[in-house]
């Protein structure tokens, strides 16, 4: 059998702990003992294969994918960026998939009930491939923040939730993008758990008018590394509202 070469450790410097008793949920679902760090396998160095023809021609368009009698309410966005692994090379055809809150920062889900009304136009998520330069892109209306049961008055800032599925299953991550200038980031329980500041602008999107829509559409660039040591973080919760 040929030697497996091993992917690079996730620095845990920069990675926000599994416990961390302000954000109260990770309480009750952090691991007790120490992680045992495994020799890899082709069951890690090995991933899925997309194709094209498995998405839909409005899968990366958030705006009409889910469009039934008009728009979605809201300010409408573009997201874009690269996809680059621990090596700083592109990683082509990896699968980005995404889903947000609307504009009042509700999502589409039986369990969210704030107050703000469910936008009938807007689903709320999405998937594209990157192409050869690990590039991807797609239309959305921006989040608004929402009220959460952490703490009183406890507020989560605008976010957009990725999930990346690269050349392998190590290279899974499950994160959320920031944006710019939003006074809530700071105060978030969830931002909080990270302890470094360089490792929190990684999940801060920039405000990017070179690719903006003139009389439409502002941008926002999100670039995202799977693995290594300047790996975007990954994200120390359950999948869900949070």
């Known amino acids: 059998m040929s030697q497996i070469n091993e992917l690079y450790h996730r620095n845990y410097d920069r990675h926000p702990p599994a416990l961390v008793p302000e954000y109260k949920t990770s309480v009750l679902r952090s691991p007790k003992n120490a992680l045992i760090s495994l020799q890899n396998s082709l069951s890690e160095i090995t991933g899925p294969v997309f194709g094209q023809?498995?998405?839909?021609?409005?899968?990366?368009?958030?705006?009409?994918?889910?469009?039934?009698?008009?728009?979605?309410?809201?300010?409408?966005?573009?997201?874009?960026?690269?996809?680059?692994?621990?090596?700083?090379?592109?990683?082509?055809?990896?699968?980005?998939?995404?889903?947000?809150a609307n504009a009042g920062g509700r999502y589409r889900h039986k369990k969210d009930q704030y107050l703000a009304p469910i936008d009938p136009n807007f689903g709320g998520c999405g998937r594209m491939l990157t192409d050869d330069n690990g590039y991807y892109f797609f239309r959305t209306i921006k989040p608004g923040?929402?009220?959460?049961?952490?703490?009183?008055?406890?507020?989560?800032?605008?976010?957009?939730?990725?999930?990346?599925?690269?050349?392998?299953?190590?290279?899974?991550?499950?994160?959320?993008?920031y944006f710019e200038g939003d006074p809530l980031i700071a105060s978030c329980p969830i931002v909080r758990a990270i302890k470094n500041d360089d490792a929190v602008r990684t999940l801060i999107a920039g405000l990017d008018k070179t690719a903006s829509i003139q009389l439409d559409s502002l941008a926002y660039r999100f670039d995202l590394v799977l693995r290594g040591h300047r790996a975007t973080l990954f994200e120390n919760r359950l999948q869900g509202k949070a």
Request: no cysteine; aromatic share 10%.
């Open 53 to 100: 023809h498995e998405l839909g021609a409005l899968d990366n368009d958030l705006i009409l994918n889910y469009a039934k009698q008009g728009l979605p309410i809201g300010e409408r966005i573009i997201v874009h960026g690269y996809v680059r692994d621990e090596n700083g090379l592109p990683l082509r055809n990896a699968l980005v998939e995404v889903w947000q």
């Open 145 to 177: 923040p929402y009220p959460w049961r952490n703490r009183v008055n406890d507020w989560r800032p605008a976010h957009i939730h990725f999930s990346l599925s690269g050349d392998a299953f190590a290279q899974r991550l499950i994160t959320q993008m």
